[in-house]
């Protein structure tokens, strides 16, 4: 079945340090997404793609950035870790084809802790 | 995307339907109503959309007002498995307008109580 993962599921960092959170569907979907959730917070976008080559900022992207080379893969890479990127991350995607629901699939998250 | 506004909670007795309102007054034309719900921990799930007209699939009832201002997701008969946090969020469905910023408001945390 085809499906959306990412990796790592848990990863404990240092403030400073280069992360890079992956995420892989194999829908061949050309829409991709990430999202962080902090409590008392819903889903924010940090990053959005419509197809290769192609990335957009969300809400809340400063200290992150994306790059898209294939359609399978969107990884998410913090640059310089800080305390306050310390968060669940999700990636979603979805298909912008004429004739679909349009609906997200999300992954099953990635908690990232910045000590 | 249009923006949407939920209650912040509500809760439900096991067995009797849950309602769900969400306000969306700004929506376009060519905007879709999206229900997505997250249990604890989990990626947020898909449950029904709408464009015009009333839905409904296996999960749950999407009822959308004539001037399409505000909607109501309905779960008919609620279980405790249905205790999660609810997203109303509206969104252009198809071509690429469909990757633009689908923004995701803090939902209704629902409570089903036994």
């Known amino acids: 079945d085809a499906e959306i993962t990412q990796s790592p599921r848990h990863k404990i960092t240092e403030t400073g340090r280069q992360v890079t959170l992956a995420c892989h569907q194999t829908?061949?979907?050309?829409?991709m997404f990430w999202y962080r959730q902090d409590l008392g917070h819903g889903l924010r976008l940090i990053h959005y793609?419509?197809?290769?080559?192609?990335?957009n900022k969300g809400e809340v992207s400063d200290g992150y950035s994306v790059s898209r080379s294939n359609t399978e893969d969107l990884p998410l890479t913090l640059e310089s870790a800080a305390s306050s990127q310390t968060s669940v991350y999700f990636c979603?995607?979805?298909?912008?084809?004429?004739?679909?629901?349009?609906?997200?699939?999300f992954g099953e998250g990635s908690r990232l802790t910045v000590l | 995307d249009a923006k949407t506004t939920q209650p912040p909670s509500m809760d439900c007795a096991e067995g009797r339907a849950a309602n769900l309102p969400c306000n969306h007054s700004?929506?376009?034309?060519?905007?879709?109503v999206y229900w997505y719900r997250q249990i604890h921990s989990q990626g947020p799930q898909y449950i029904i959309h709408g464009l015009k007209n009333n839905e409904t699939n296996e999960m749950a009832s999407l009822i959308i007002t004539e001037d399409r201002k505000s909607s109501t997701l309905i779960l008919p008969h609620a279980t405790l498995r249905d205790t999660a946090v609810y997203y109303c969020i509206v969104r252009v469905a198809t071509g690429l307008s469909s990757a633009s910023k689908i923004i995701f408001g803090s939902g209704t945390r629902l409570s089903i109580r036994p």
């Open positions: 700004t929506i376009s034309g060519n905007e879709y």
């Open positions: 829908w061949n979907h050309n829409n």
């Open positions: 793609s419509y197809g290769v080559q192609d990335t």
């Open positions: 979603a995607s979805s298909e912008h084809a004429t004739s679909n629901t349009g609906e997200l699939f």
